[in-house]
């Protein structure tokens, strides 16, 4: 089981991305997926999650300018980005509570994907 992110770049304030993450492997569902970054200096800090039903929640600092989505049969998770700030310069970096795969009799726990790095700067 392995989690990939995708989708940074640098962007001038006020820009947008879409970072994607995918799972891979013999999977049958995937539980809460979040999105978190680390900007540089900085902790890591949540800033969004969603639950396989669909359920969102969001960090007060993005609040508004981003939108968590999951596409359940692709196993894609999507971070809509817009009204980008420098201060939202990070690593960002995925996240699933739980991965079960197809047969399993306990779950890949906490499993993280490799950064994408996001830049805003003008």
């Known amino acids: 089981v392995q989690l990939q992110a995708f989708g940074g770049g640098s962007v001038h304030p006020g820009g947008s991305l879409r970072l994607s993450c995918t799972a891979s492997?013999?999977?049958?569902?995937?539980?809460?997926m979040k999105w978190f970054r680390q900007a540089p200096g900085k902790q890591r800090e949540l800033v969004a999650t969603?639950?396989?039903?669909?359920?969102?929640t969001y960090a007060e600092f993005v609040r508004g300018r981003f939108t968590i989505s999951r596409d359940n049969a692709k196993k894609t998770m999507y971070l809509e980005m817009s009204s980008l700030k420098p201060e939202d310069t990070a690593v960002y970096y995925c996240?699933?509570?739980?991965?079960?795969?197809?047969?399993?009799?306990?779950?890949?726990?906490?499993?993280w994907g490799q950064g994408t790095e996001v830049t805003v700067s003008s």
């Open positions: 492997g013999n999977i049958f569902t995937i539980n809460a």
């Open positions: 969603i639950t396989n039903h669909g359920d969102t």
């Open positions: 996240n699933a509570d739980e991965i079960w795969e197809n047969g399993a009799y306990s779950p890949v726990a906490n499993a």
